[in-house]
């Protein structure tokens, strides 16, 4: 074979610190445009976000030989701001057409002492990928597939309730331990330390602030978090919202917390071990000032199960 082209980790695109694997190479459409973009899609095994392993993704051009990002070299694009999202692969020829993948739910800064007894780590829950064009240039955007084969009697849902600054809210939702939650946050300025607290039965918890331009998931005080230093962590993801509007889209599962903000366009995956599991209570709070939620929804979902 001969060489066409190069890119990549021996010529300064994106993060190098670790070593790069697991490449996909596929071509998306722009939303709301006749245009299409090449993506490619790269596990790094250190210099992460929030961590050692992550995953990295470039945006550009492909010409059958050579990849070219339309990014300068520095510029690190990453698919997943929490800690347990790697090696992410997509299906080719899906029958309707739409790009979707699936990821490595884990972290190789930890991965062989996570306190699990015949299993290490799981799969994300598949994704439907898109490009968006932001501010910022073409960015990716995901979405959860369809997951109402999953769900368990009716949501609960509130129209809107406002949260008084310093306040907090917890809806009467029945109770349970897997959950779909979807609201919108009306925060004023840049979210002003408002979100939502997930606690356990034994009293774990897991925090999400929005603060400042960013998503922050505090998972320090989330149950079993003592086999390795640097998984008890708050981790950041940038979020700016248009209009002081905050999408976010929770699964809660038992052993992780898959998390989609403004849109999709942030995504934070993180596992959680829980002391002694049993049903979660979600409560959402304010921060400095008042905080509106809008069209919340809490779903009961029922474990997958493969014939």
């Avoid at 694997?21 to 790094?44: A, I, K, Q």
């Avoid at 300025?189 to 606690?199: F, M, P, Q, S």
């Amino acid at each position: 074979w001969e060489a066409c082209g190069g890119f990549g980790f021996g010529f300064g695109h994106g993060s190098v610190e670790g070593v790069w694997e697991t490449p996909d190479l596929f071509r998306l459409p722009v939303e709301g445009s006749d245009e299409s973009r090449w993506v490619l899609f790269v596990g790094v095994n250190r210099g992460a976000p929030a961590g050692d392993s992550g995953q990295q993704y470039f945006v550009g051009h492909f010409n059958g030989e050579t990849f070219t990002s339309e990014n300068p070299k520095p510029v690190a694009l990453w698919a997943d701001y929490g800690a347990d999202s790697y090696a992410a692969q997509s299906w080719s020829d899906v029958a309707d057409g739409r790009r979707l993948a699936i990821a490595w739910m884990n972290n190789w800064g930890y991965a062989k002492q996570i306190p699990t007894g015949v299993w290490r780590g799981a799969m994300t829950l598949p994704r439907q990928l898109s490009l968006a064009a932001t501010a910022e240039g073409i960015r990716l955007r995901q979405a959860v597939v369809d997951t109402s084969p999953l769900s368990a009697g009716q949501p609960f849902r509130v129209g809107s309730v406002t949260i008084p600054a310093g306040g907090v809210y917890t809806p009467e939702a029945e109770s349970g331990s897997l959950w779909k939650i979807q609201a919108e946050m009306v925060g004023q300025g840049d979210g002003d330390g408002c979100g939502l607290r997930l606690r356990w039965t034994d009293g774990s918890t897991v925090t999400v602030t929005w603060r400042r331009g960013a998503l922050l998931v505090d998972r320090r005080l989330s149950g079993v978090v003592d086999f390795n230093p640097d998984f008890a962590a708050l981790h950041s993801g940038p979020v700016s919202p248009a209009d002081g509007r905050l999408s976010l889209q929770l699964f809660v599962d038992t052993s992780s917390l898959e998390i989609l903000a403004q849109g999709g366009l942030l995504s934070m995956t993180e596992q959680l071990f829980p002391s002694a599991g049993g049903t979660v209570q979600v409560t959402f709070f304010a921060g400095d000032g008042p905080v509106t939620l809008a069209d919340l929804s809490i779903q009961r979902l029922v474990p997958a199960r493969f014939a």
